[in-house]
Protein backbone atom coordinates (compact mmCIF):
# COMPACT_ATOMS: atom_id res chain seq x y z
CA UNK A 1 0.00 0.00 0.00
CA UNK A 2 1.98 3.22 -1.15
CA UNK A 3 0.99 6.55 -1.81
CA UNK A 4 2.78 9.62 -3.54
CA UNK A 5 0.70 12.47 -1.77
CA UNK A 6 -0.02 13.31 1.55
CA UNK A 7 -2.76 11.40 2.97
CA UNK A 8 -5.94 12.06 4.10
CA UNK A 9 -8.12 9.77 6.79
CA UNK A 10 -11.65 10.49 6.84
CA UNK A 11 -13.40 9.53 9.82
CA UNK A 12 -16.92 8.76 10.32
CA UNK A 13 -19.09 7.18 12.86
CA UNK A 14 -20.87 3.68 11.47
CA UNK A 15 -24.21 5.05 10.97
CA UNK A 16 -23.90 8.96 11.22
CA UNK A 17 -26.01 10.53 11.09
CA UNK A 18 -28.29 7.81 9.55
CA UNK A 19 -27.58 4.61 7.13
CA UNK A 20 -28.85 6.17 3.65
CA UNK A 21 -26.42 9.23 4.53
CA UNK A 22 -23.92 7.39 6.19
CA UNK A 23 -23.35 5.41 2.91
CA UNK A 24 -23.55 8.71 0.89
CA UNK A 25 -21.27 10.35 3.10
CA UNK A 26 -18.13 7.50 2.60
CA UNK A 27 -18.93 6.97 -1.34
CA UNK A 28 -18.82 10.39 -1.56
CA UNK A 29 -15.37 11.05 0.66
CA UNK A 30 -13.23 8.31 -1.35
CA UNK A 31 -14.80 9.88 -5.15
CA UNK A 32 -13.68 13.57 -3.91
CA UNK A 33 -9.90 12.40 -2.49
CA UNK A 34 -10.15 10.36 1.13
CA UNK A 35 -7.20 7.51 0.50
CA UNK A 36 -8.42 6.45 4.28
CA UNK A 37 -11.85 5.73 5.68
CA UNK A 38 -12.00 5.32 9.39
CA UNK A 39 -15.26 3.63 10.47
CA UNK A 40 -16.12 4.45 14.12
CA UNK A 41 -17.69 1.89 15.82
CA UNK A 42 -19.51 3.29 18.95
CA UNK A 43 -18.41 1.91 22.43
CA UNK A 44 -20.37 2.35 25.74
CA UNK A 45 -17.41 4.51 26.93
CA UNK A 46 -15.63 6.64 24.78
CA UNK A 47 -13.30 8.11 27.01
CA UNK A 48 -10.95 9.77 24.64
CA UNK A 49 -13.79 11.04 21.99
CA UNK A 50 -14.74 14.82 22.53
CA UNK A 51 -18.54 15.73 22.54
CA UNK A 52 -19.29 15.93 18.96
CA UNK A 53 -18.50 12.53 18.27
CA UNK A 54 -19.51 11.29 21.71
CA UNK A 55 -22.89 12.76 20.45
CA UNK A 56 -22.62 10.70 17.19
CA UNK A 57 -22.06 7.86 18.97
CA UNK A 58 -25.19 8.05 21.29
CA UNK A 59 -27.51 9.49 17.69
CA UNK A 60 -26.47 5.78 16.29
CA UNK A 61 -27.33 3.64 18.89
CA UNK A 62 -30.42 4.35 19.21
CA UNK A 63 -30.88 4.38 14.99
CA UNK A 64 -28.61 1.28 13.78
CA UNK A 65 -29.69 -2.02 15.08
CA UNK A 66 -27.40 -4.18 12.86
CA UNK A 67 -23.68 -2.62 12.98
CA UNK A 68 -22.43 -5.63 11.29
CA UNK A 69 -24.49 -5.77 8.26
CA UNK A 70 -24.32 -2.05 7.30
CA UNK A 71 -20.39 -2.38 7.49
CA UNK A 72 -20.64 -4.96 5.51
CA UNK A 73 -22.27 -2.29 3.03
CA UNK A 74 -19.80 -0.12 3.57
CA UNK A 75 -17.01 -2.58 2.53
CA UNK A 76 -18.76 -3.13 -1.17
CA UNK A 77 -19.18 0.67 -1.36
CA UNK A 78 -15.57 1.29 -0.87
CA UNK A 79 -12.31 0.64 -2.73
CA UNK A 80 -10.09 2.22 -0.54
CA UNK A 81 -8.76 0.61 2.76
CA UNK A 82 -11.51 0.77 5.68
CA UNK A 83 -9.80 0.69 9.45
CA UNK A 84 -12.35 0.42 12.21
CA UNK A 85 -11.60 2.61 15.03
CA UNK A 86 -13.18 1.50 18.15
CA UNK A 87 -12.01 0.73 22.06
CA UNK A 88 -9.93 -2.55 22.90
CA UNK A 89 -11.68 -2.09 26.41
CA UNK A 90 -15.21 -2.86 24.33
CA UNK A 91 -14.31 -5.82 23.01
CA UNK A 92 -11.56 -7.19 24.89
CA UNK A 93 -13.39 -10.35 26.49
CA UNK A 94 -14.64 -11.50 22.92
CA UNK A 95 -11.48 -10.10 20.86
CA UNK A 96 -10.66 -12.42 18.48
CA UNK A 97 -14.45 -13.10 17.83
CA UNK A 98 -14.46 -9.43 16.78
CA UNK A 99 -11.43 -9.52 15.05
CA UNK A 100 -11.96 -12.52 13.25
CA UNK A 101 -15.53 -11.15 11.90
CA UNK A 102 -13.89 -7.97 10.36
CA UNK A 103 -11.66 -10.30 8.68
CA UNK A 104 -14.60 -12.25 7.15
CA UNK A 105 -16.12 -8.89 5.73
CA UNK A 106 -12.31 -7.56 3.96
CA UNK A 107 -11.93 -5.06 6.31
CA UNK A 108 -8.04 -3.66 6.19
CA UNK A 109 -7.44 -2.87 9.58
CA UNK A 110 -8.33 -2.28 12.93
CA UNK A 111 -6.91 1.39 15.37
CA UNK A 112 -7.74 1.30 19.56
CA UNK A 113 -6.98 4.51 20.69
CA UNK A 114 -6.50 3.14 24.05
CA UNK A 115 -4.15 0.04 23.33
CA UNK A 116 -1.00 2.07 24.12
CA UNK A 117 -2.73 4.04 26.94
CA UNK A 118 -4.45 1.60 28.82
CA UNK A 119 -2.91 -1.54 27.65
CA UNK A 120 0.88 -0.32 27.62
CA UNK A 121 1.65 -3.24 29.70
CA UNK A 122 0.29 -5.91 27.33
CA UNK A 123 -0.01 -3.98 24.03
CA UNK A 124 2.48 -6.56 22.18
CA UNK A 125 0.66 -9.50 22.71
CA UNK A 126 -2.71 -7.82 21.73
CA UNK A 127 -0.76 -6.37 18.88
CA UNK A 128 0.25 -9.86 17.67
CA UNK A 129 -3.40 -11.40 18.28
CA UNK A 130 -4.57 -8.38 15.80
CA UNK A 131 -2.19 -9.62 13.42
CA UNK A 132 -2.71 -13.21 13.63
CA UNK A 133 -6.22 -12.69 12.29
CA UNK A 134 -4.97 -11.35 9.16
CA UNK A 135 -5.73 -7.38 9.87
CA UNK A 136 -3.61 -4.60 9.92
CA UNK A 137 -2.64 -3.02 13.10
CA UNK A 138 -2.77 0.98 13.16
CA UNK A 139 -1.55 2.07 16.08
CA UNK A 140 -2.29 5.60 17.97
CA UNK A 141 -0.20 7.73 20.34
CA UNK A 142 -0.19 11.03 22.24
CA UNK A 143 2.10 13.46 23.69
CA UNK A 144 2.20 11.75 26.40
CA UNK A 145 3.66 8.40 25.48
CA UNK A 146 6.97 8.53 26.21
CA UNK A 147 9.59 9.31 23.09
CA UNK A 148 11.21 5.54 23.70
CA UNK A 149 7.76 3.75 23.22
CA UNK A 150 7.08 5.80 19.80
CA UNK A 151 10.16 4.89 18.30
CA UNK A 152 9.59 1.25 19.30
CA UNK A 153 6.25 1.29 17.84
CA UNK A 154 6.04 3.37 14.91
CA UNK A 155 7.93 0.21 12.81
CA UNK A 156 4.88 -2.32 14.07
CA UNK A 157 2.25 0.34 12.96
CA UNK A 158 0.58 -0.64 9.77
CA UNK A 159 -0.57 2.16 7.26
CA UNK A 160 0.27 4.91 9.03
CA UNK A 161 1.16 5.92 12.95
CA UNK A 162 -1.94 8.49 13.70
CA UNK A 163 -0.48 10.81 16.30
CA UNK A 164 -3.26 12.63 18.33
CA UNK A 165 -1.95 16.22 19.17
CA UNK A 166 -4.44 16.95 21.69
CA UNK A 167 -6.28 14.42 24.83
CA UNK A 168 -9.72 14.50 23.40
CA UNK A 169 -10.78 14.63 19.42
CA UNK A 170 -12.46 18.28 18.07
CA UNK A 171 -11.49 19.89 21.09
CA UNK A 172 -9.54 22.95 20.22
CA UNK A 173 -7.07 22.87 23.77
CA UNK A 174 -4.69 25.38 22.83
CA UNK A 175 -0.96 23.33 21.81
CA UNK A 176 1.19 24.32 18.88
CA UNK A 177 0.43 21.07 16.43
CA UNK A 178 3.38 21.37 13.98
CA UNK A 179 5.55 21.84 17.17
CA UNK A 180 4.59 18.57 18.68
CA UNK A 181 4.86 17.01 15.26
CA UNK A 182 8.84 17.97 14.72
CA UNK A 183 9.44 16.47 18.14
CA UNK A 184 8.27 13.09 17.19
CA UNK A 185 8.99 13.10 13.16
CA UNK A 186 12.45 11.81 13.69
CA UNK A 187 11.13 8.89 15.93
CA UNK A 188 8.38 7.91 13.43
CA UNK A 189 9.90 5.21 11.04
CA UNK A 190 6.37 4.88 8.54
CA UNK A 191 4.12 7.29 7.31
CA UNK A 192 2.69 9.77 10.57
CA UNK A 193 -0.71 11.06 10.31
CA UNK A 194 -1.88 13.38 12.64
CA UNK A 195 -5.01 14.31 14.22
CA UNK A 196 -7.94 15.36 16.90
CA UNK A 197 -9.01 18.92 16.68
CA UNK A 198 -6.62 20.25 13.76
CA UNK A 199 -7.84 23.86 12.00
CA UNK A 200 -7.56 24.42 8.42
CA UNK A 201 -4.19 26.77 9.61
CA UNK A 202 -3.10 23.66 11.67
CA UNK A 203 -3.22 21.54 8.64
CA UNK A 204 -0.60 23.34 6.75
CA UNK A 205 1.33 23.74 9.58
CA UNK A 206 1.74 20.06 10.20
CA UNK A 207 2.27 18.82 6.97
CA UNK A 208 5.32 21.61 6.86
CA UNK A 209 6.51 20.20 9.92
CA UNK A 210 6.67 16.83 8.10
CA UNK A 211 3.33 14.91 8.46
CA UNK A 212 2.63 12.74 5.92
CA UNK A 213 -0.81 13.20 6.26
CA UNK A 214 -3.90 14.73 8.47
CA UNK A 215 -7.08 12.52 10.28
CA UNK A 216 -10.18 14.24 10.55
CA UNK A 217 -13.53 13.35 11.88
CA UNK A 218 -15.33 16.17 14.43
CA UNK A 219 -15.20 18.85 11.13
CA UNK A 220 -17.40 16.30 8.92
CA UNK A 221 -19.84 15.02 11.98
CA UNK A 222 -20.11 19.39 12.62
CA UNK A 223 -21.01 19.84 9.38
CA UNK A 224 -23.59 16.97 8.41
CA UNK A 225 -25.35 18.14 11.99
CA UNK A 226 -25.69 21.72 10.79
CA UNK A 227 -25.78 21.48 6.76
CA UNK A 228 -26.26 18.30 5.66
CA UNK A 229 -23.77 15.54 4.01
CA UNK A 230 -23.00 17.44 1.00
CA UNK A 231 -21.53 19.94 3.35
CA UNK A 232 -19.52 17.68 4.36
CA UNK A 233 -18.39 16.28 1.16
CA UNK A 234 -17.16 19.67 0.19
CA UNK A 235 -14.63 19.51 3.21
CA UNK A 236 -13.30 17.08 2.12
CA UNK A 237 -12.85 18.37 -1.37
CA UNK A 238 -11.40 21.76 0.44
CA UNK A 239 -9.13 19.10 2.52
CA UNK A 240 -8.06 17.69 -0.56
CA UNK A 241 -6.77 20.70 -1.71
CA UNK A 242 -4.63 21.92 0.92
CA UNK A 243 -2.97 18.59 0.91
CA UNK A 244 -2.59 18.36 -2.60
CA UNK A 245 -0.87 21.94 -2.15
CA UNK A 246 2.22 19.95 -0.26
CA UNK A 247 2.40 16.74 -3.21
Known amino acids: MSWNRKLLASYMTLGYPDEENFIKFIKGAEMLGSDIMEIGIPPKYAKYDGPVIRKSYSIVSKRVKDYLALLKL?????????????YL????KNLDEFL??????EIDGVLFPDLLIDYIDNYEDYYKRIKSHGLKAVLFVTPTVPDSIISKVSHLSDIFLYYGVRPTTGVPIPIVPSALVRRVRDLVRNKLVVGFGLSTDDIREVILAGADGVAIGTAYIEKIEKEGVSSA????????GILDEFS
Open 74 to 86: ARKELTIPIVILT
Open 100 to 105: EELKSM
Open 233 to 240: LELVRGLR
Open 89 to 92: EEFE
